[in-house]
T-cell receptor, first 112, second 114 residues
Framework: EAQVTQNPRYLITVTGKKLTVTCSQN?????MSWYRQDPGLGLRQIYY???????DKGDVPEGYKVSRKEKRNFPLILESPSPNQTSLYFC???????????FGPGTRLTVL | AQTVTQSQPEMSVQEAETVTLSCTYD???????LFWYKQPPSRQMILVIR??????QNATENRFSVNFQKAAKSFSLKISDSQLGDTAMYFC???????????FGTGTRLTIIP
């Protein structure tokens, strides 16, 4: 079964405590990306990766890091989370060339 | 640059009726894809239907179909025999060919009334 998984699904943490949100896909897709969704601001791209070891900034990369060491995994790292990073985060994966992109289930992050 | 516009912030319809959600877009690409995603109260984002611009035939998935008017740059979603489970936010979206970034519309909140 084609799947995009994210962990954790829910997280409440405190300012400054490093955290990682994992994303994994089993569809052998080259393209993966991270978005955040906030009321009134819609969905905004944080980072994306066109292939292993190839990553680039999206529209709102400040405060985030990513890595793409394997094709299937694309973790999102918050080195020093702040309350303005409280959001709903989605991992997406797709075959590239404009083709369909599939969302992970989402991670609801609260930073106190 | 791509733009995607949804002009209906909210809609409601009686169960079993048909409803059409509007989406217009602008792109400089000659070939492109268009998607409708559904976000129910659970907040998951679910692909409803996709359309490839070079295909003249409108896409259909069970009760969901699109009316794709390429010249008018219009991509509306028709939901037939609406069900309570169709209650959700619906987003129209299109990816950039260069970096795959999805451009989303602002969404239409659809409520199905029992």
């Amino acid at each position: 079964e084609a799947q995009v998984t994210q962990n954790p699904r829910y997280l409440i943490t405190v300012t400054g405590k490093k955290l990682t949100v994992t994303c994994s896909q089993n569809m052998n897709h080259e393209y993966m990306s991270w978005y955040r969704q906030d009321p009134g601001l819609g969905l905004r791209q944080i980072y994306y990766s066109m292939n292993v070891e190839v990553t680039d900034k999206g529209d709102v990369p400040e405060g985030y890091k990513v890595s793409r060491k394997e094709k299937r995994n694309f973790p999102l790292i918050l080195e020093s989370p702040s309350p303005n990073q409280t959001s709903l985060y989605f991992c997406l994966t797709g075959g590239g060339r404009g083709d369909t992109q599939y969302f992970g289930p989402g991670t609801r992050l609260t930073v106190l | 640059a791509q733009t995607v516009t949804q002009s209906q912030p909210e809609m409601s319809v009686q169960e079993a009726e048909t409803v059409t959600l509007s989406c217009t877009y602008d792109t400089s690409e000659s070939n492109y894809y268009l998607f409708w995603y559904k976000q129910p109260p659970s907040r998951q984002m679910i692909l409803v239907i996709r359309q490839e611009a070079y295909k003249q035939q409108n896409a259909t998935e069970n009760r969901f179909s699109v009316n794709f008017q390429k010249a008018a740059k219009s991509f509306s979603l028709k939901i037939s025999d609406s069900q309570l489970g169709d209650t959700a936010m619906y987003f129209c979206a299109s990816p950039n060919f260069g970096n795959e970034k999805l451009t989303f519309g602002t969404g239409t909140r659809l409520t199905i009334i029992p």
